[in-house]
Nanobody, 125 residues
Framework: QVDLVEFGGGLVQAGGSLRLSCVAS????????MGWFRQAPGKERDFVAA????????NYANSAKGRFTISRDNGKNTVYLQMNSLKPEDTAVYYC??????????????????WGQGTQVTVSS
């Protein structure tokens, strides 16, 4: 059984920072692409960032570039999303996801095999 559990969401003022964590179990984490997506009420699930199994490759949505940093610790089966300079439009439920196909770092949700339950991030103005 594969489980992805996110931590670190919460309420923060605009300009503030949050660090999300996602702990994975039940899969070979070191051979898995990990991604972060987000979904605001009434909107589709959008790509935020993804990281290759060796951490040498990353991919970011334009909205995340320069403000968010994705990283991973394969020894702890954990992927992180450091979010700085947060804006009200960053408010959403944030999901981590695992892609077993390590050939490419995908930005599309349907290419990911497993999902966490999500953690709420709310940025006040």
């Amino acid at each position: 059984q594969v489980d992805l559990v996110e931590f670190g969401g919460g309420l923060v003022q605009a300009g503030g920072s949050l660090r999300l964590s996602c702990v994975a179990s039940g899969l070979r984490f070191s051979r898995t692409i990990m991604g972060w997506f987000r979904q605001a009420p009434g909107k589709e699930r959008d790509f935020v960032a993804a990281i290759g199994w060796s951490s040498t490759s990353t991919n970011y949505a334009n909205s995340a570039k320069g403000r968010f940093t994705i990283s991973r610790d394969n020894g702890k089966n954990t992927v992180y999303l450091q979010m700085n300079s947060l804006k009200p439009e960053d408010t959403a439920v944030y999901y981590c996801a695992a892609d077993l196909d390590i050939a490419t770092i995908s930005s599309v949700p349907w290419e990911y095999d497993y999902w966490g339950q999500g953690t709420q991030v709310t940025v006040s103005s």
